[in-house]
């Protein structure tokens, strides 16, 4: 009983690294059944036992995504402290869970909006940035934050910044914590030499 | 003559612009010569006038993007100066023609190489890329950048964030220099107030 559980959770996890995998690849819209019955190794009857369908497939390799994301708001740093630090610790966080959890963040960026679950995904990524653009509000109320570069577009480079980083970073070339001391190096103090 | 030159030269922009918007809605894959057709409410025929088909519309539209790129690093701020000077001027005017350009960019940047053309515009925004690597390199070798930010990752992020504008920029809701104003004091100086 045990040994088939643990059976079974394996091949859920395998199934979902698969999906995803092929998902970006294919895209969502050009990725059937089939595909991933072929690329995973296994039936669409067991893929039937394990999930409704392909867009639950995509409900939860998407959901991983927005969970780790989440999760970082509720990290002590991220909610103690003055509001400038508690960015910088979001900021950190998000580009390691970016690139720990690559092909999942991934797929979250790509998510255009065409099917219930892709609204959804697109919602829950929209309250993530409003969550950290009133961080960024609240930092640069106390005085933390230059006076000359808007909240809301401040939120937006930022953004526009970590999220590229899924598109050129490949495993192995770079630590996740490298990457994310350069991306609070750049944004909270500016590449510029100190004079 | 002078007459018939001009509304020629009118209608080849008109269709590169309708092309250009055509081409960022459908993807240039979806895109058919009847679309452009319909869209610009010419005959298929009046479009051979003017192009040799499809790809050499491709060809027109990104090439305007790359030219006006290109343009930057030639201007005097660009060649002249100390290498962090000549690399603000770069970041600034590269976010401002992105702006100014923004449908020719943003085509640009989805450019992902199926065909002749597409290496042909992926190679040069390669070597556009490369020479603002170079531009980093320099900076960073005159000690007048961070040195805890290596260069190479420096670039990345720093076309991370500028090619992230096409993403969400709206014509009217900021101006060009204001973003690229933004876009710089992040990028040099950092989002923390000083001291």
């Known amino acids: 009983m045990a040994e088939n559980s643990t059976r079974t959770a394996y091949t859920a996890d ?3 690294a698969v999906t995803v995998r092929v998902f970006n690849e294919r895209g969502y819209d050009g990725t059937s059944m089939e595909d991933l019955s072929r690329a995973a190794g296994i039936s669409k009857s067991s893929i039937y036992h394990h999930v409704r369908g392909k ?5 939860l390799a998407v959901g991983r995504a927005l969970d780790a994301l989440f999760a970082i708001l509720e990290e002590p740093a991220a909610v103690t402290g003055r509001p400038v630090d508690r960015l910088e610790h979001v900021v950190r966080r998000t580009a390691e869970v970016l690139i720990d959890e690559l092909p999942y963040v991934t797929l979250l960026l790509r998510v255009r909006g ?3 679950t892709e609204e959804w995904a697109l919602e829950r990524r929209r309250d ?3 969550r950290v653009a009133e961080l960024v509000k609240a930092a640069a109320a106390e005085g933390e934050l230059r006076p000359d570069v808007e ?6 480079l930022l953004f526009g910044m970590i999220n590229s ?7 192995g070339s770079r630590t996740a914590d490298g990457v994310a001391e350069a991306v609070v190096h750049l944004a909270f103090d500016g590449l510029r030499a100190e004079p």
Chains 1, 2 share one sequence.
């Open 114 to 116: 065409n099917t219930a």
């Open 128 to 130: 993530f940035d409003h």
């Open 165 to 171: 980083i899924a598109e050129w970073y490949r495993p």
């Open 55 to 59: 867009e639950e497939l995509l409900r």
């Open 14 to 16: 395998t199934l979902l």
């Open 151 to 156: 909240p809301r577009l401040a939120t937006r």
